[in-house]
């Protein structure tokens, strides 16, 4: 009976091995991102502001928003209003660096408003509305 538990165990802790192993493959591929720690938003708002540099785009002002904690076990969500000013081709650039950039984690688009200024031509002024999915301090790593 012991024999016949401990077999059982056995292959339940085989099981668990090879899908702990199936994902820290999905991880190393970059096809699943660890989510930063709450604590690593400063990080977070200097590697925007790192990636608009990169492209060419400037960011006039960054403004976070009250958060949504979302409840034990489920990252915080945190937008993020960004007024950005650049040439149309950059700004899509920049847009797509935040999705592969896996150093920002889940970076959510939820809005997006480009406007045209005589005085600015070429460059165009866009207001960006973001979302960052953070890990809640204290919670386990991915």
């Known amino acids: 009976m012991a024999i016949q538990r401990s077999h059982r165990r056995l292959d339940s802790l085989k099981v668990e091995m090879s899908q702990n192993q199936s994902l820290l493959d999905l991880v ?3 096809k699943i991102r660890p989510l930063p720690s709450q604590e690593s938003l400063p990080d977070l708002l ?3 502001h790192l990636q608009a540099k990169k492209f ?7 403004s976070p928003a009250r958060f949504d904690a979302g409840g034990p076990g489920r990252p915080i969500l945190l937008p993020v209003e960004l007024q950005l ?5 950059a700004i899509g650039q920049f847009l797509g660096a935040l999705h592969r950039e896996s150093s920002l984690g889940m970076v959510t688009v939820r809005r997006l408003q480009i406007g045209r200024e005589e005085r600015l031509l070429p460059l165009l002024r866009a207001q960006l509305s973001i979302e960052l999915a953070l890990r809640q301090e204290g919670a386990d790593a991915a």
């Open 56 to 62: 060419q785009v400037s960011i006039l002002s960054v």
């Open 28 to 30: 190393r591929q970059g």
């Open 85 to 89: 000013e650049g040439e149309y081709r």
């Open 46 to 48: 200097q590697q925007l």
